[in-house]
C-alpha cells in the first residue's frame, strides 16, 4: 500500500504537488496558444495593419524628384564617356554602340514593367500583386502561411556611376576591364505580413502573425564589366561585383497578436 500514495482517495502532497505541475504546463499552453499566439484562420481580418505614413520619408522622396532630371543629364554625360573608354580599349569591332543607354533608362524600363506602364496607385497594385504571387510561390508552406504584401515602394531614383577605371588585362587579346563604383539612393521599401505556424506538439498547433518592414535608402558597391572577346561568335559581356559592398536599410519587425 505504501507504493500506491500517489493514486490514493486521500490528498498528500506528491499529489498536490503533481496536480500543480500539470496545472502550470496547461495554464502555459493556453496562454501561448489564445494570448500571446493566433490560431485563427485570418489572423489579420479582425485588426489589419496599415503602414503609417513617414514624413521625413516623403519629404525624402520630393527631393530625390526635385534632383532627378539634373542627376539624370550627369549620369548621361558620364555613362557615355566611360563606356566608349570600355569599348573603344576591346576593339571596334565588337560592339558598335549606337545609344549610349543608362542605368536610369534601365531601371525605369524594369519599373514600368513591373507596374505595367500604369501610374499612380493603380501601378502601385499591379506591382504589389506581382510580388505577393512571387512570395507566396518560394515560401515554404509547412512553415510560414500565405504572406500578404502590404505595400511596395519601388524608388524614384536609380544607380549612379562614378570613378570609373579602366584596368588592362595581361593576356594577348584586347581586352579591359571596367571597375566603377556604383551608389544608389532611394526610397525603396517593402512591408509584409505572414503568419508562421508551429506543427508541434500536433499540427498547426499553433500560429505567430509577424509583420515585417524593410527600406533600403543607400546601397554602395564596386562592379566590374568585362567585354566580350571580339574572338567569339556571339557578343556578351561578363558583370560581377566585388564581395566589398555597403548597405543602409531599415528593418520594423512586429510579433505576436496585433491590436
Known sequence: MGNNYVFSLQPTFTQGFILGQLSILVLLVLILKYLFLDSTEQPFESSPYHPRVDSERLLWKQNLLSHAAAENIDDKA?????????????????????RVVTFAQIVELYRSRLR??????????????????????????????HINILSVDLGVSAPRIHN?????????????????E??????????????????????????????????????????????????????????????????????????????
Open 78 to 98: 558620364e555613362s557615355a564617356q566611360w563606356f566608349n573608354m570600355l569599348f573603344h580599349q576591346a576593339g571596334p569591332s565588337t560592339w558598335q554602340i549606337k
Open 116 to 145: 505595367d506602364g500604369l501610374p499612380g496607385t493603380e501601378g502601385d497594385e499591379v506591382a504589389r500583386k506581382r510580388i505577393e504571387e512571387y512570395a507566396n510561390k518560394i515560401r515554404p508552406p509547412g512553415f510560414l502561411d
Open 182 to 259: 556604383v551608389t544608389y539612393t532611394d526610397t525603396i521599401s517593402l512591408a509584409l505580413s505572414t503568419t508562421y505556424l508551429f506543427n508541434y506538439p500536433m499540427p498547426a498547433f499553433a500560429r505567430l502573425p509577424v509583420q515585417l518592414t524593410i527600406s533600403l535608402s543607400l546601397f554602395k558597391a564596386s562592379i566590374i564589366i568585362t567585354p566580350p572577346s571580339p574572338h567569339l561568335s556571339h557578343t556578351s559581356g561578363h558583370l560581377h561585383h566585388p564581395s566589398r559592398f555597403y548597405a543602409r536599410s531599415h528593418d520594423n519587425v512586429t510579433y505576436g497578436q496585433p491590436r
Open 164 to 180: 570609373a577605371r579602366i584596368k588592362r588585362q595581361k593576356c594577348a587579346e584586347p581586352l579591359s576591364e571596367a571597375e566603377v
